[in-house]
């Protein structure tokens, strides 16, 4: 019996306090999507599954199936497993949609991740996988106090630093409430007994002074940091900085900035793998091994009351056309990729798979001569914002204080930003990076080396970022999109709620091969 | 022309709002305690200085002033390098003050620190020296949204998740301050123009609702967690959590961990060296190698007009008397030894080294048979709160996903409960803390390998953790302690505004020797 069917069972029996009793004791409370290690047993003799697609529901499906006794095959359009699961490093070349070939310049041991480049702690499924892999994980930093917020329309295009806005702005909001409080406003919502507990908590929390208000202190200053910072030795006294209005913080709109990293998927711990995200996808293709077939596009998928088989091109030997089948087939191509795969499926799953637009997101890795961003700006790590359309500046949470170059994420562009950059060839889009990052840090023209920019939406492989359901999509056509039709099933972020996150694609993968499973058992074995 | 002293310059002459244009334009506007390595020139040939202690303070003023050309000697108690930068590792030994010897039996690689274990990004000469020494550093995570908040008074003793307070806490102060703001409460506080913008930004930073309420819902949610998690593939729609309602989390006092991460100390970045903190120690000692003599416990200082001369006992030949003498001393034992070590300075000095109290903290390590904390509880890396006696638990930052055993920090003990636990024997110190840490982590029974505590009020190199200056005695003391008495400058933490943190002993010994050798050049060469 799996712990959540225990949980079941102890809440259809003792009621739910019950249950919330015995999970606490057990350590969560929260289900997770993902419920340890899939069993599949009872596996039929011969069984077969072809898997389309070697990324993170691909190779998830094909490890799981291979370990239960199936016989997998999997085709891949890259020379390489992964996907979006991808390190772009020195030496990497990516041709896009359109034809542009980019050759990636970085130095040794630098990279940037085109796609995904943090994994929660919560992601417990590609967190297991990463375990059971031995993909050695990093703290990735999402939150640095010392980064900067910018709008180009404020304080005179100055950058602000993180903790300076944050400190301000918790520290107003602190301000007035206690005031409000102690003016009586707020008696019908706080009772006597409280009134006094938020006055202290107010205090504490906003680094108000005894009277309640905000101002230049040591309080504040050991928040948003100090005119002079303390010292050792003599004219050592630190000289407290002086908080910004909050008239000016409202209009400057850095605010929005602030719960960056209190969104559930930011929170801490957040993680990347050492030596860039595609070390899991580069796991996974080294675990599988000949099971995939790499260089694959394939450009039909057809089934039957016998099996599936999907034709396919040897991109290596143009003109060459092959085929592969099984009993059985999950589909992790990417939907934009997938419309344009003659497949004969049902209509609801049809409507499903044209019901989905992509993201357009880019990503722009920047390589400088030194990290400046470390030994100029104090920043080791972490994210800068902007409202410039290059949206972030991602410094690198790994190698701090290395001598030599770096490598930092200069631009994650999105919607119409995105749409544009996309028309751009990708030294256009490097140029205009760089041209835009200089608002925020001077150093780029001196400092500039070499560049790469990945636009999602010319990806040969995905022809866009992620999945974006509407709601109406959603409600219309989800179910339809991760329903088994006859020996076909979806599988990856799209057939998820997790859009856009690796686990979307794990756990969408564990349903699919689950219920795949289920269906294949039913037959007791090869149709 | 340092940049210091530019700054001085253009503020003189322009004034304040043009220095700090030009502060500003080089990166940085708070003036540092650290300004760049130190530059020492014209060293009198010959000149010496000898210098007490092979800690951060002692090891940074060594390493300058040999690199200036003085002749330098150290004096240090213990076996090793560091002083309280410090790794206890499996196969370490150490005795305490009433002799107890603890062996520490950690398995290989794991370790923890019993002196400083974090390094904030602002502490720029520590971190210079981490670089030029090549110590290699990882994040330290300090604030985990998935660890605990604990208090034995609330919830029925059952810990909480830092996410759920903070997100329920800010929450409902920013639905109370959006009720005032909407009920004109705040009209002579919030121009017309900023109430607007008030109102959007707390809907937004509170996760509130439409209508400014604060409640179960998908943003709500998206901060404190979820009942049930988003997945993938069928039956993954997510399921909201429901918030604690504000009397409960102020009732609680848990929110006086939420800004625990905002303080200047405690932001991001944080650092700790690959290894240990002891990295630091044990470069600086390879660095400087036969000019720290070892073992070495000085019982007595005499300065005269030609110099100054320490005597000590060479610990490995216990009666044996030895002298070391040089034109200058460096002194930078810590204050609650140095009182009881005969010294000829005067009266000023005497009293500032009598004015200071050393913190009582006492610090656990506990090795458990697996890192049950990351399998069973999903915190990765930070720190848990607690109103118990061991005040926190601290999770390695390092090593995550590690098979095999792991050590945490079990308890960082303060003030009249360190008092108590000092007076125990190690082992019930460890005994102690596992059944105050049970109430947090059911699982630690079961997986208790073995431990080490270390009570800072019986080191025998310092007698107490870090100096505690009274405001008063600061006023008093503080410049009688960092001036130079005839040929002897103090220098530590002690001596710094900093107390408590290796920033502090590594401006301090700057400043220090920053004056001695303007005291060298004055006599130009040996007296």
């Not at 997770?32 to 899939?38: E, K, R, T, V």
């Not at 019908?188 to 938020?198: C, F, I, P, T, Y």
Request: glycine fraction near 12%; hydrophobic fraction near 35%.
């Amino acid at each position: 019996m799996s712990r959540r069917e225990l949980f079941r069972m102890i809440g259809a029996t003792a009621g739910g306090a019950a249950m919330f009793q015995a999970m606490s004791s057990l350590g969560f409370n929260a289900e997770s999507p993902y419920n340890g290690p899939i069993e599949l047993q009872g596996t039929p003799k011969g069984a077969s599954v072809l898997i389309l697609g070697a990324g993170i529901a691909g190779m998830t499906a094909a490890y799981e199936l291979r370990n239960a006794g199936y016989k997998v095959q999997v085709l891949e359009y890259n020379n390489r497993a992964g996907g979006r699961n991808w390190s772009l490093r020195g030496g990497d070349s990516y041709t896009e949609l359109g034809g542009f070939t980019q050759k990636c310049e970085f130095d040794k041991d630098l990279y940037i991740n085109p796609g995904p480049w943090r994994i929660p702690y919560h992601h417990r499924g590609l967190l297991s996988y990463c375990k059971r892999l031995g993909v050695p994980l990093e703290a990735f930093v999402q939150v640095n106090y010392n980064a900067y917020l910018h709008s180009s329309q404020a304080f005179g295009g100055k950058p602000q630093r993180y903790r300076e806005i944050k400190a301000d702005y918790q520290g107003h909001v602190a301000e007035l409430l206690a005031k409000a409080t102690r003016q009586n406003a707020l008696d019908d919502s706080v009772s006597k007994e409280d009134r006094e507990k938020l006055l202290e908590s107010l205090r504490g929390w906003g680094a108000l002074d005894r009277d309640f208000s905000y101002g230049p202190s040591e309080a504040s200053s050991d928040r948003r940091g100090y005119e002079k910072e303390p010292g050792g030795g003599l004219s050592a006294r630190p000289i407290p900085s002086k908080p910004i209005g909050l008239s000016d913080v409202l209009d400057s709109g850095l605010w929005q900035g602030i719960p960056n990293g209190d969104t559930f998927d930011m929170q801490t711990a957040l993680f990347q793998p050492v030596g860039g995200m595609g070390r899991i996808g580069e796991a996974f293709g080294r675990e599988l091994g000949p099971l995939i077939r790499y260089s694959a596009k394939v450009i039909d998928i057809h089934q039957d009351q016998h099996g599936v088989t999907a034709t396919y091109e040897d991109r290596l030997a143009p003109g060459t056309t092959l085929k592969a089948s099984a009993d059985w087939c999950l589909c992790t191509i990417p939907l934009p990729v997938l419309a344009q795969i003659p497949m004969n499926v049902g209509p609801a799953l049809s409507a499903a798979i044209s019901s989905v637009p992509y993201a357009s997101a880019i990503k722009v890795g920047l390589q400088f001569k030194r990290r400046f961003w470390e030994e100029d700006d104090h920043i080791y790590g972490g994210i800068s914002y902007t409202d410039l359309p290059i949206t972030n500046i991602g410094y690198p949470n790994t190698g701090y204080h290395s001598s030599g170059k770096g490598v930092l994420l200069g631009a994650y562009i999105w919607g119409l930003n995105a749409m544009e950059f996309t028309a751009m060839t990708p030294q256009q889009r490097v140029q205009k990076v760089l041209e835009y990052g200089s608002q925020i840090h001077p150093q780029y023209p001196k400092e500039f080396d070499n560049g790469v920019a990945v636009a999602w939406h010319r990806s040969p492989f995905t022809m866009g970022c992620y999945g974006m359901w509407s709601a109406d999509a959603r409600a219309k056509h989800y179910d339809d999109l991760c329903r088994i039709d006859g020996r076909i099933a979806l599988a990856g972020e799209h057939a998820s709620f997790l859009g856009g996150w690796q686990e979307g694609a794990v756990t969408s993968s564990l349903d699919a091969i689950g219920r795949l499973h289920q269906l294949a058992l039913a037959q007791g074995g090869k149709a």
